[in-house]
């Protein structure tokens, strides 16, 4: 089984950026998704990005889309979630996932999860 990692979160104020950054320690299984999906407290986990490999399409959920890039670096094994203009309802743990995902938010399609890492906004 695939262990991920994520790793930059912390706290930044509302407008501010951040960069996520997930690593696989093994090979990513060809044509999986990379999603990106966060829990804020009291609230259900939600996607939010998922890029396919096998295409290149990305998805976002519409509460990030135009501010959320995720991106699959050089290394395949590795990939990013850059966040800009984030606003306080953007606060939550932050996980990534891989899976062979017919949807792109489908909790169940993914299989590898990361332990998450906390993203807290200020206003």
């Known amino acids: 089984q695939v262990r991920l990692a994520e790793s930059g979160g912390g706290s930044v104020q509302a407008g501010g950026s951040l960069r996520l950054s997930c690593k696989a320690s093994?090979?990513?299984?060809?044509?999986?998704?990379m999603g990106w999906f966060r829990q804020a407290p009291g609230q259900a986990r939600e996607g939010i990005a998922t890029?396919?490999?096998?295409?290149?399409?990305?998805y976002y959920r519409d509460s990030v889309k135009g501010r959320f890039t995720i991106s699959q670096g050089n290394a395949k094994n590795i990939w990013d979630l850059q966040m800009n203009s984030l606003k306080p309802e953007d606060t939550g743990t932050y996980y990534c996932?891989?899976?062979?995902?017919?949807?792109?938010?489908?909790?169940?399609?993914?299989?590898?999860w990361g332990q998450g890492t906390q993203v807290t906004v200020s206003s």
């Open positions: 890029l396919y490999t096998s295409s290149n399409i990305s």
């Open positions: 093994g090979s990513i299984e060809s044509g999986a998704c």
């Open positions: 996932a891989t899976g062979m995902c017919a949807a792109p938010y489908t909790i169940g399609d993914y299989n590898n």
